[in-house]
Every structure is written in structure tokens, then in C-alpha cells.
């Protein structure tokens, strides 16, 4: 078993470049399925596992992936698998995302139901609706969802209930090569549907309206392989600004677009912290004492759940009482507990949490329940007295390239460490990526 030992005290300082985002890459990943001619190249593809995990499921479609350092290349020519099994799609949700180019590519699509995770039970139902609304029948049973279509999807009108990325995206997937026009209304806004919409045009899609609530997608007949470069990711870039923050440091997040984190940004200035866009990145610089803030979880372009962990590990080591309100997951604060366990002090009232800051928290042995618990409790870690000792690292691993590294040149003391008698994480079977 891997685990990450911390300990804090120690000030960041220097610069730290951010890598492409998870989030982007997965369904741009996915939509490579759509493409008959030609190769997707993708530049700027993060080393992580939920990567490694999407290609293994392309593979299984029939797809060939190949890795060259940070670029991707996917030719999906000859796929024609239509089957995503448990095996794959248990370990990461957003191998749902095949569905959508799968129906649309070849009018049939068998995939694993997901089912939920540490941060809630995460339905599909968005996805199904739309599918249906263009035409598919939609059948459940042995744990596997079965979508079929005769002939072209049709293109119609799609009210999203919430506005869900995930939803959004596989709509927006299937409908490129829809029969007519598909207008997906309260479709998610996120920096990253916008970056799908890029690489499908770039394909010979036509996407328009992307990164507003009403996307209209036009059908094409057929689809094509492109080039692209994925945006760098906001969650990851977040993360670091927080890590300046608690640290009281001064770090330049380089390759950070300020616009997708201007809620982070917000807050962490409403809190004293200097944040500034600087040619090349963001410098967040932190000194003294912060003030308390409340934050409210919402879609894009609103304060992103993602965030929500690490900015309370942030408010644990902040003088005063602090509020930070989950609205898009009902169950997104089981690293709440843990950081108890380092003594934060914090109480959960329905879907608040009231955190009352404490000079320094105390080192612990903790565990990470999920992605953005296991970074909230690292940056908690380095506001720390002692030694904090990190397990569940294969959450960490799904999301952040090279965490430890990037956080050791900038100052911290830190650690990754192998206990020589457990499984190892599925990133050493890439050692060319390393
Ligand atoms: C791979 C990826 O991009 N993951 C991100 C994506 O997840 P994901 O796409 O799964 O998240 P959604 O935007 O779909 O979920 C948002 C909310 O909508 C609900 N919902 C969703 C779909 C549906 O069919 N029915 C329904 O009710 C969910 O339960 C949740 O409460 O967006 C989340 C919200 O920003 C982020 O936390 C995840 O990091
Ligand atoms: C919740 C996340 O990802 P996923 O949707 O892949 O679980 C995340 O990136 O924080």
C-alpha cells in the first residue's frame, strides 16, 4: 500500500505548471469514437489513471490508443465493439461517456451501469432521457444498460432537469451525427463541454453555443480524426492556489486560465489572499491571517464542488467561523471526518458544513475517501504540526499528476512512500508515462 507522509510548516514558494484536465480529456477521449477516417491526436493528455482507464475501454471497442509522453493517439477506424464491461466502468464513472458516441457510431451501445461513489449516488437518468427523446430504446437488466437505435438518432429539443457535464456531454456526443438539429436547454456551461464542442468541430461537427445554456448541434453525415490540445485543468490549478494559501506562500500556478478559476480566485481574495493573473499564470501570494469566508457549491460558472474539500481544509486553519454549502452532491463531505481526525473542527448541519478555524491542525493518520478528499487532506497535511500519513492514494492517482513531486519543488516536505507487500497503482504499469 502507497501512502503520502507530510509534514508541515513549511512555506511554498516558485512556480508550478498544471497539466491538461481530467475532465476535458475524458470525454474528448470518448469522442474519438466518433471519428471513421483519420487519427485523433491529442496534445497536453495527463498521465493519470481515469486516462489509462478510458483507453483501456477503447481498446475493448476495438480502438487503438497509443501513448507518446503527454500525446494521444487514437485510431478508432475499425471499432466495433459495443460493449463498455463492469470491470472498466466501476472504476471510473465517466467511461459512461461511450455511450453517446457508440449509439451514435454504430445504433447500439451495452454499458455497466455505474452506480455511485463516496460523493453520492450520481444517476444517469439525463443521459437516458435524452437518448431516448432522439430515439433509442433503452433497456436495463443484469447490471448493464442497452441503448439501441434503427437507422440515424433524430435530433430534437432536450430540457436537461439539472445541468448535468456528464449529461451535456453525451447528448452533445450523440447528436453530431443525429438526422436534423439537437438543442440541449440547461445544458452545463462548464470550460470543459466547451473543449468537447472544440475537438468535435475540429472533427467536422457543428456544435454551436457551447459554454452557454442552449447548445445546438447540427448532424453530420460522418466524423473525422483531428488534432488537439486540452485545456489545463482548473481543479488541479485550484488546488495549487489553495496549497499557496494554506502554506502562507507565494507560488506562480503557470498554464492556469484565470477565467475558469475566478470563483476559487474570488473567495481566496475575499479571504486576503493576493491573486493575481500574471503573464504565464496565476500568482497567489498569502501572508498572515485570513479571514472566513462562506462558500456555496454550483455549476459553472459558480464555486465547483471539486474545489470544495481542498478550500475546506483551507477554512480549517482560518481564524473564525466558516460555511461551506454542498448544493450539487448530497453526499460530499466524507472528508469531513478525517479532517476531524487531524482536529478540524467542524459539524455538518444538513447540507452545510459549519467549520470554526483553528491555529494549526495536528498531524494524523488519515485516509482518502474520494479525488478531492485525498488533496483536501495532503494541503491539510502542510498546515499540519507533525507528521500526516495519507492512504486510499488510488483516488489521488485517478485525478493529479505527480501531486508529491510538483509540491516537493515548490517546498513541501513530503513524501510518497511504498510498503513493498500491497498493490501497486495501476500508473506503474505505464512506466513510459512516469
Ligand atoms: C468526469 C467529469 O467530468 N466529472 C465531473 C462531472 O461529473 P458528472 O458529469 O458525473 O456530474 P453531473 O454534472 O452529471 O452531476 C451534477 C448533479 O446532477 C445530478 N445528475 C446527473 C446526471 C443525471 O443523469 N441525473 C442527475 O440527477 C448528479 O447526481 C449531481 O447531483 O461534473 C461534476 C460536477 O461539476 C464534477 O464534480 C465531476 O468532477
Ligand atoms: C468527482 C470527480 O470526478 P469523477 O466525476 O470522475 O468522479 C472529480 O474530478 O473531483
Redesign the pocket.
Known sequence: MDKIIVRGGNRLTGRVRIHGA??AV??IIAATILGTTGKSVIHETPALDDVYTISDVLRHLGAQVTFFGDRLVVDATSLDGYEAPYELVRKM??SFLVMGPLLARLGRARIALPGGCA??????????KGFEAMGASIEMGHGFVEARVHGRLKGTRIYL???????T?NIMMAATLAEGTTVIENA?M?P?IVDLATFLNAMGARVRGAGTGTIRIDGVEALHGTTHTVIPDR?EAGTFMVAAAITRGNVLVEGAIYDHVRAVAAKLSEMGVYVEEEDGGIRVVAEGRLRPVDVKTL??PGF???MQAQMMALLAVTEGTSTVTET???NRFMHVEELKRMNAQIRIEGRSAIIDGVPRLSGAKVCATDLRAGAALVLAGMAADGETEVTGLHHIDRGYVDLVGKLRRLGADIARVSEPDAAAPSTRAYPHLA
Not at 120 to 128: E, T
Not at 161 to 167: H, K, N, Q
Open positions: 481530467k475532465n475524458l470525454p464513472r465517466a460523493i453520492g449516488s450520481r444517476p444517469i437518468d439525463q443521459h437516458l432537469d439539472v445541468p448535468s457535464v456528464g449529461a456531454e452545463a462548464e470543459e481543479i455549476p459553472y465547483p464542488t471539486d450539487v452532491f448530497e
